[in-house]
C-alpha cells in the first residue's frame, strides 16, 4: 500500500467531506440536477411527509416553492427553524448547512438555484452618467 503522508491523508479526509454533504450525493433519492454549468446548479427536491435528508451543504441559493410545504431546518450549529412556504414562493438563503424535515401533511416541491459564484464583497457601481 502506498503512503500517502499526513497531508494527502488530510486533504483526502477533507475532500471526502465536501464530496459527501453534496445533497445530491447524501440524498439522491430527493435531489435531482435539472441543470448545471459554471455559474448555477438547478434542483428539483421532492420528498413526503416526514422524509428526513441527511446532513448537506448549499451554497448562495435561491428557493422555487412549486408546492405548500412545511419544513424544519437544522442548522450545522444545532439550531432550529421552521419554514412554511405556500406554492410560488421565492426564498433567499445564504451559503449553509443543515438537516432538512418535512413536518407537514403534503409532499415537498421545490425547485433550488444554487450559485457557484462566491458572493461579490464590493459594491460596484456599473451605472453610467454623463
Same mark, same amino acid.
Given at each position: 500500500?502506498?503512503?500517502?503522508?499526513?497531508?494527502?491523508?488530510?486533504?483526502?479526509?477533507?475532500?471526502?467531506?465536501?464530496?459527501? %454533504?453534496? /445533497?445530491?450525493?447524501?440524498?439522491?433519492?430527493?435531489?435531482?440536477?435539472?441543470?448545471?454549468?459554471?455559474?448555477?446548479?438547478?434542483?428539483?427536491?421532492?420528498?413526503?411527509?416526514?422524509?428526513?435528508?441527511?446532513?448537506? !451543504? !448549499?451554497?448562495?441559493?435561491?428557493?422555487?416553492?412549486?408546492?405548500?410545504?412545511?419544513?424544519?431546518?437544522?442548522?450545522?450549529?444545532?439550531?432550529?427553524?421552521?419554514? %412554511?412556504?405556500? %406554492?410560488?414562493?421565492?426564498?433567499?438563503? $445564504?451559503? %449553509?448547512?443543515?438537516?432538512?424535515?418535512?413536518?407537514?401533511?403534503?409532499?415537498?416541491?421545490?425547485?433550488?438555484?444554487?450559485?457557484?459564484? /462566491?458572493?461579490?464583497?464590493?459594491?460596484?457601481?456599473?451605472? $453610467?452618467?454623463?
Amino acid at each position: 500500500m502506498e503512503k500517502i503522508g499526513i497531508l494527502g491523508f488530510l486533504s483526502l479526509l477533507v475532500f471526502s467531506v465536501v464530496v459527501a %454533504q453534496d /445533497p445530491v450525493k447524501t440524498d439522491g433519492d430527493k435531489y435531482k440536477v435539472i441543470l448545471e454549468n459554471e455559474r448555477v446548479r438547478v434542483l428539483e427536491y421532492k420528498d413526503k411527509p416526514g422524509d428526513k435528508t441527511s446532513r448537506h !451543504h !448549499h451554497p448562495d441559493f435561491v428557493l422555487y416553492a412549486l408546492s405548500d410545504f412545511n419544513r424544519k431546518l437544522t442548522t450545522g450549529n444545532g439550531k432550529q427553524v421552521t419554514k %412554511q412556504l405556500k %406554492q410560488g414562493d421565492v426564498v433567499w438563503m $445564504k451559503d %449553509q448547512i443543515h438537516i432538512g424535515e418535512n413536518i407537514g401533511t403534503t409532499d415537498t416541491h421545490a425547485l433550488i438555484i444554487e450559485l457557484k459564484e /462566491p458572493a461579490n464583497t464590493k459594491s460596484e457601481d456599473t451605472s $453610467k452618467t454623463k
